[in-house]
């Protein structure tokens, strides 16, 4: 990797993620959603927020994802970041994020430190989401909701910021050509709105 990020020892990486979070979002990171929306979802977007979980293992930095539950009635068994709408009662989108990721998988959030945001990115499903980067400390246990998670997992943040395995496919859904962003990892299929949140990561970071 030729970020150097990772030639930092681990509090430097945290400051250096900050740092560069703390930045206007670059050109290359912005409108990335493809404006497209399924049928029954037009209209004026709701916000919504997801935690970008940053893993500090002693063999390097990971990003901690779900897998959704087959049954749920969006993106059902897709990879995603914990998270959710943001509720009347949520202060913040900061806020939201931290209470969807312990009510989804139990991560306690005295073990999160929050970085940062990402540029927003609307959803298919209709959602405005806004990524709050969180950096996570283990050892931390996890409790998934066996309603909604059907599994949770991490993957290096070298691999994801890695441009090889950043890939461009497509679907065709009846004469629209969909085109999104994907990152296969093993036998994980990482794709759509969360592949994109993390091109935006990608591009915020790398950004001069």
Do not use: C
Not at 31 to 39: A, F, M, T, V, W
Not at 143 to 159: G, I, K, R, T
């Amino acid at each position: 990797m030729d970020l150097s990020l990772f030639k930092l020892p681990p509090q430097a990486q945290r400051e250096w993620l900050a740092a560069r979070l703390s930045r206007p979002p670059p050109a290359a990171a912005l409108h990335l959603s493809d404006g497209y929306r399924l049928p029954g979802r037009e209209g004026a977007p709701r916000s919504a927020a997801v935690l970008v979980p940053v893993v500090n293992r002693a063999d390097g930095l990971a990003v901690l994802f779900t897998e959704r539950s087959a049954d749920l009635l969006d993106h059902a068994g897709q990879i995603s970041f914990p998270g959710g709408a943001v509720e009347p009662y949520d202060p913040d989108v900061d806020a939201a994020a931290l209470r969807e990721t312990e009510e989804e998988i139990g991560l306690p959030r005295d073990r999160v430190t929050l970085l940062g945001h990402l540029s927003d990115y609307e959803t298919v499903t209709g959602y405005r989401v806004t990524p709050v980067v969180g950096w996570v400390e283990p050892p931390f246990a996890i409790n998934p909701d066996p309603v909604e998670v059907a599994d949770v997992f991490e993957v290096p943040l070298s691999f994801l910021l890695d441009p090889t395995n950043q890939q461009r496919h497509f679907r065709m859904l009846g004469e629209i050509r969909r085109d999104y962003f994907a990152i296969p990892f093993r036998e994980r299929y990482i794709w759509g709105a969360t592949a994109a949140m993390l091109m935006i990561l990608d591009r915020t970071l790398r950004a001069e």
